[in-house]
């Protein structure tokens, strides 16, 4: 099944001295992609917080294979990762758009909270079944191109 693609062009400012997009920038290129893949499967986050639900960040694991450049437009893969009693996960792959170059992958791992107390919560049933359906196929770009 084809992965949630998330497109976006690198910007001037998150290029380093190098000339590439510098590596802490990728944290932000996770969470925006993973924001737009939320959308995309519950149809906004306001839709988690109406229900009393929020979730947090617990781990980021990130690994560079290859550099992008200032204006490249860089697609976010984005698939569901492992379900727990409360976390979840999400796998990235980065590559240029649209020769594919692969270009850096990512875990991040959030953890399900109540929203008024930011206390751990189970997953509740019908949020893990849409957790993993994810948004297959879907493309969301952002890059203009």
Same mark, same amino acid.
């Given at each position: 099944?084809?992965?949630?693609?998330? +497109? #976006?062009?690198?910007?001037?400012?998150?290029?380093?001295?190098? /000339?590439?997009?510098? @590596?802490?920038?990728? $944290?932000?290129?996770?969470?925006?992609?993973?924001?737009?893949?939320?959308?995309?499967?519950?149809?906004?986050?306001?839709?988690?917080?109406?229900?009393?639900?929020?979730?947090?960040?617990?781990?980021?694991?990130?690994?560079?294979?290859?550099?992008? +450049? #200032?204006?490249?437009?860089?697609?976010?893969?984005?698939?569901? /990762?492992?379900?727990? @009693?409360?976390?979840? $996960?999400?796998?990235?792959?980065?590559?240029?758009?649209?020769?594919?170059?692969?270009?850096?992958?990512?875990?991040?791992?959030?953890?399900m909270?109540?929203?008024a107390?930011?206390?751990?919560?189970?997953?509740?049933?019908?949020?893990?079944?849409?957790?993993?359906?994810?948004?297959?196929?879907?493309?969301?770009?952002?890059?203009?191109?």
């Amino acid at each position: 099944m084809p992965p949630f693609r998330y +497109r #976006f062009r690198v910007r001037y400012g998150e290029c380093d001295a190098q /000339g590439v997009a510098f @590596n802490a920038r990728y $944290a932000d290129f996770v969470d925006i992609a993973t924001n737009e893949y939320i959308r995309a499967v519950f149809g906004s986050y306001q839709n988690l917080l109406a229900q009393g639900l929020d979730f947090q960040v617990v781990g980021l694991n990130l690994n560079w294979k290859a550099p992008a +450049r #200032f204006d490249d437009v860089v697609e976010a893969r984005i698939e569901p /990762g492992h379900l727990g @009693n409360s976390s979840f $996960a999400f796998h990235l792959a980065f590559h240029r758009h649209p020769d594919g170059q692969f270009l850096a992958d990512a875990t991040i791992t959030y953890v399900m909270v109540q929203a008024a107390t930011l206390e751990k919560t189970p997953l509740p049933p019908a949020i893990r079944q849409r957790l993993q359906d994810g948004a297959p196929g879907k493309t969301v770009s952002h890059a203009g191109e």
